[in-house]
C-alpha cells in the first residue's frame, strides 16, 4: 500500500453497507453498547474536572505550588493529549473492544494508586499514567458506537454520548465537593475502583468486536515521536512561560522545537506507507473546522473553570460542596441541552447549531470576567447556566462533524482527533489563561499593595504573596492585627479578580473565533460506513 493509495482512501466515499444483521442476544447490541460504554467514558470525563475542587485540598495536604496544582490537571490532560491519536490507532488496528477493557481496567488502577501516594510528585506521576490508559479507552467507545449503531440513529448515539461526557465533565465539581468534604480528598480517586470493575463488567458481557477490513497492519512510530514531541514541547513552553518569562530564549527553545516538530511530523506523514494520521483526511473543511472547534471550545471551557473554583472556593469562602452546588446550573443545562441538540442537529445540520452554541459561550464568558468578590450566587448561576447552554451543542454537533466525515477503517483515529483536541484545548486552556492569570497579578499586586499603604515586601515575599493570589488566597502573615489582615484580604482578592477577569475576556475572544469556524462544518458525510455493523 502506497500513502497514495492511504490518502485516497481517506477521501474515498465508502461502499454501500450490507443489511442490519439481526440482533442475537444481548452482545453487540447498540444501546447497551452505549450504555456499557458510557459507564467508562463518564469515568474519565469525570476526573477532567473533579480534581478541580480537590486541588485546594491536594494543595493544602501535600504543601504543593501553583504549578504543582496545574500540573495535577495538565499532567493528566497533556498524557491524554499525546497518546489519543496513538491509542485510536491501536483500537482500529487490534479492536476497539480489547483496547476499551484495557484501558478500563489501566485507568481504575492507576485512580487507586492516586489515592495512596503522599506526596505530590507521585500524584502528578500517576495521573500521568491514569491520562495514558484514559486515552485508550476514548477513541475506543466512538470506535464501538460507529460500528454498533445504523447510520439514521449514530447522530442521538453521539448526542447521548456527548451528554454523558458533559455532564460529567460539568458534575466532577459537585461529586468533588462532596467527597472532599465529607470523606477525603483521596476518595475523589478510590471512587474510580468500583465504577472500572463496573464498566469492565459490562464491556466483557456487551461489547462486541468490531473491525474494518481494510483496518491498518502497521505503526507508524516516527510519527507518534513526532505528534508526541511536538505536544510536549508546546504546553511545557506555556506552562513554564510565567517563570521564566515570555521574552526569555527557553520559552522560545521550546515553542520552536515544537513547531519543528509539527513540520517534520506533517512531512514524514507524506512519506509513510501507512500514517498515524493519513493528512488526506484534513481535505474534508468539515472535519478540519471541527477539529479547531474542539480545541477553542475546550480553551474557553476548561481555561476558565480552573479558575472558578479557587473563585468560589477562596474568595468567596465556600466549602467544596457548596462551590460543587453553584455549579449545578452549569451541569443542568449540559444535561438537558445536550439531547435537545443531538435532535436540532439530525434536523437541522450542526453548522447553525455549533455557532449559536459557541456565541452563547462567548456571552457567558464575557459575563464571568465581570464577576466581582462580593458577586452574588443569583448573578453567578445566570452566566454558568448559560455557559452550559452553549456548549452542549458543541460537544455533540463537533464530535458528529470529526467522526461522521471520516472512512470507517480510520474511525479510532477520528475518535482520537476529536479526544485529542478536546484535551490539548483543556490543557492549553489551563496553561494560557493560568499564563494570563500569572501575568496580571505580577503586574497589578506591586501597585495594589502599595497603594493600600501596607508594609513593604521584599522581592522575595512579594514572588511568595504573587504566587498565592494566584489561587485566591491572601498572604496574611500569623500574626497580623486584624485591620491589616482585612487590608491584605482586600488586595488580593481584587488583584485575583483582575486577572481572572483578564483570563475569562481572552476565554471570550477564543469563543468568538470558535463562532466562525463554526460556519464551516457540516454534516458527516461517511456516517453509513458503519451502519451495518451493528443491530438494531
Known sequence: ?????????????????????????????????????AIGVMMVALDGTIVAIANPAIQKDLGATFSDVQWITNGYFLALAVSLITAGKLGDRFGHRQTYLIGVVGFAAASGAIGLSDTIGLVVAFRVLQGLFGALLMPAALGLLRASFPAEKLNMAIGIWGMVIGASTAGGPILGGLLVEHVSWQSVFFINVPVGALALGLGLFILKDHRAENAPRSFDIPGIALLSAAMFCLVW????????????????TFIAASVLSFVLFAVWETKVEEPLIPLGLFRSV?????????????????????????????????????????????TGMMIVGSPLAAAMITKAGPRIPLA???????IAMYGMSTLEAGTSSGLMAVW????????????VGATEVIVGNAPMELSGVAGGLQQAAMQVGGSLGTAVLGAVMASKVDSDLPGNWADAKLPPLSSADLDKAAEAVQVGVAPVPPKAPPSVAEQITSVAHDTFMSGMGMACLVATGVAVVAVFIAFLTKRGENAEAGAGMGHI
Request: proline share 9%.
Open 384 to 395: 454558568f447556566a448559560l455557559l452550559g447552554l452553549g456548549l452542549a451543542p458543541v460537544m
Open 286 to 330: 468539515a472535519l478540519s473546522a471541527g477539529v479547531v472547534l474542539m480545541v477553542l471550545m475546550a480553551i474557553a471551557f476548561m481555561g476558565g473553570l480552573f479558575f472558578v473554583t479557587f473563585y468560589l472556593q477562596n474568595v468567596h469562602g465556600m466549602s467544596p460542596v457548596e462551590s460543587g452546588l453553584h455549579l449545578l446550573p452549569l
Open 1 to 37: 500500500m502506497t500513502s497514495q493509495t492511504t490518502v485516497d482512501k481517506a477521501d474515498r466515499a465508502p461502499e454501500p453497507p450490507p443489511a442490519p444483521a439481526a440482533a442475537k442476544g444481548l452482545r453487540g447490541h447498540p444501546w447497551l453498547t452505549l450504555f456499557s460504554v
Open 356 to 362: 449559536v452554541g459557541m456565541a452563547i459561550t462567548a
Open 237 to 252: 513552553a506555556l506552562i513554564k512561560a510565567p517563570k521564566w518569562g515570555w521574552g526569555d530564549g527557553m520559552t522560545w
